[in-house]
C-alpha cells in the first residue's frame, strides 16, 4: 500500500496524468467541435476535486501551471514587434477596461450585502484580463496578427499592468494606507522596467543571440540558441515579479525582443518554443479547471455569481469596445476586441485568492470569483469560434 502511494504521488505519475488529461481535452474539444482552450479546462473539472478527484492544485501542479504561462506569453511575444503593440490607442482600451470593472464588480458585491472591503476585492477581481487565454485562442485559430487580435494583445499587456496597480490600491484602501507617493512608485518601476527591458532586449540581448547563433558551438549544437533564449525569458519573468509586475509581462517582453530575429537555427528556435508551449500550456490551462470546486457552490451563490459573470463580461465589452470605436477601429473589430478582453483566467483567481488569505472574503466568495473566472474564460472562445470567426472557419473547411 505505501509502495502504491509512492507511486502515484511520484512526480513521473503526476506529470504523466496531466499529459494524459491534457489529451482527454484534446479529445472533449474535438468532440464539441470548440477551441482546445475550452477542451482542456472541462478535462480539467472532470478530473479535478469537482467530480472525479484524480488531480489537485498541488504545488507541483501550480508550479508547472506557472511555467506555461511564462512559455506561452514568450511565444506570443515571438509574433510581435515591440513597435506593433505600443499604441495610445490601447492605452485607453486598457484603462477604461480597467475603471469601469472595478466599478462595476464593486457595486454589485454592495448590491448583495457586502461589506465595503469585500466589495473593493470583488471589483478587483474583474479589472485584469488573462492575456495567456486569448492570445492561445487567437492563435489557434489564425487571428493573433490580425488589426483586433493586435489591439486585445498590446491592451491586455498594458491592462495587466494597470491590474497590479488596481491590486495593490485595493490592498492599501483596504488597509487604510493608500498615499499618492505609493502610486508614484508603483508607476515610476513598472515604466522604468518596461522601458529599460525594450532597450536591452533590442540592444544587447538580440544582438548577443545574433553572434551565439554564429559561434561554432551553435552551428555543432544549434538547440543552445533556443537555451539562450528561454534563460533571458525567465530572467526577465522574475526581473518583473521584482518590480511588482506579474511574471509573465516579462516573458511576453523577452518575446517580442527575439521577433522578426534572423537566426541560422531559427527552425529549431521556432519549433522549441512551439513544443514548450504545447506541453506547459496546456498544464497551465488544465490548472484553470482544477481550482473549482462545485461542491461549495449553493444555490444562493448561483445568482451571485451568474449576475458577476454577466457584470464581468458587459463591463470588458463595454469598457474596452466603446474606447476602440472611439479610436476609430470599426464595430466588429471592436466588439471582438471587448470580447477578447473579458476572459479573467489566472489573475482574477490570485486576487480572490488574496482576498480569502487576508479573510478580506469568505469561502464562498472566493468560489464565485473563481467560478466567475472560469466562466469567463470559457465564453470567449465559444463566441469566437461560432459567431465572429464562423465565416473564416468555414472558408477554411
Known amino acids: 500500500m505505501v509502495a502504491e502511494q509512492g507511486i502515484l504521488a511520484s512526480t513521473e505519475f503526476q506529470m504523466s496524468l496531466l499529459l494524459f488529461v ?26 479535478g476535486p469537482s467530480l472525479l478527484g484524480l488531480v489537485t492544485y498541488t504545488d507541483f501542479v501550480a508550479t508547472l501551471a506557472h511555467i506555461g504561462a511564462v512559455v506561452l506569453l514568450f ?21 477604461m477596461g480597467i ?13 448583495f450585502g457586502f461589506d465595503y472591503a469585500a466589495s473593493i476585492f470583488v471589483g478587483t477581481a474583474l479589472t485584469a484580463t488573462s492575456i495567456a487565454i486569448t492570445a492561445n485562442v487567437l492563435q489557434e485559430m489564425g487571428k493573433l496578427r490580425s488589426p483586433a487580435g493586435q489591439a486585445i494583445i498590446g491592451a491586455a499587456i498594458i491592462d495587466d499592468v494597470l491590474a497590479l496597480f488596481a491590486l495593490t490600491i485595493s490592498e492599501e484602501i483596504v488597509a487604510q494606507m493608500i498615499s499618492p507617493g505609493l502610486i508614484l512608485i508603483m508607476v515610476a518601476k513598472a515604466v522604468v522596467f518596461i522601458a529599460a527591458a525594450i532597450f536591452l532586449g533590442r540592444a544587447v540581448i538580440c544582438k548577443s543571440l545574433v553572434k551565439i547563433d554564429a559561434t561554432k558551438i551553435a552551428h555543432k549544437y544549434p538547440e543552445s540558441v533556443f537555451i539562450y533564449a528561454m534563460m533571458i ?25 527575439f521577433a522578426g530575429i534572423k537566426l541560422k537555427s531559427g527552425k529549431i528556435f521556432k519549433e522549441g518554443a512551439e513544443h514548450l508551449q504545447i506541453i506547459f500550456a496546456s498544464i497551465f490551462f488544465i490548472s484553470l479547471g482544477v481550482l473549482i470546486d462545485l461542491h461549495i457552490i449553493t444555490l ?7 449576475a458577476l459573470t454577466v457584470v464581468a463580461m458587459l463591463t470588458k465589452i463595454i469598457g474596452c469596445g466603446l474606447p476602440a470605436i472611439l479610436g476609430k477601429i470599426n464595430r466588429k473589430d471592436s466588439l471582438i476586441i471587448g470580447i477578447g478582453m473579458a476572459p479573467r483566467g489566472e489573475i ?14 469568505m469561502q464562498d466568495t472566493y468560489a464565485a470569483l473563481v ?7 470559457l465564453i470567449p472562445p465559444l463566441i469566437f469560434r461560432n459567431w465572429l470567426f464562423k465565416e473564416t472557419r468555414q472558408e477554411k473547411l
Open 99 to 111: 475603471i469601469l470593472p472595478w466599478v462595476g464588480g464593486f457595486f454589485l458585491a454592495e448590491l
Open 348 to 361: 482574477a483567481m490570485i486576487v480572490a485568492l488574496i482576498g480569502f488569505s487576508n479573510k478580506i472574503i
Open 233 to 257: 525569458a525567465f530572467l526577465y519573468s522574475m526581473a518583473a515579479e521584482f518590480v511588482g509586475l506579474s511574471a509573465i509581462v516579462g516573458s511576453f517582453l523577452a518575446g517580442t525582443c
Open 75 to 95: 511565444t506570443i511575444g515571438l509574433e510581435f514587434e515591440i513597435r506593433e503593440i505600443i499604441n495610445l490607442k490601447y492605452f485607453f482600451i486598457a484603462l
Open 22 to 47: 491534457a489529451l482527454a481535452g484534446y479529445l472533449i474539444a474535438y468532440r464539441i467541435n470548440q477551441s482546445a482552450v475550452v477542451g482542456i479546462i472541462l478535462a480539467g473539472i472532470l478530473v
Open 371 to 377: 467560478l466567475m473566472s472560469l466562466l469567463t474564460t
Open 300 to 306: 444562493e451563490l448561483i445568482w451571485f455569481i451568474l
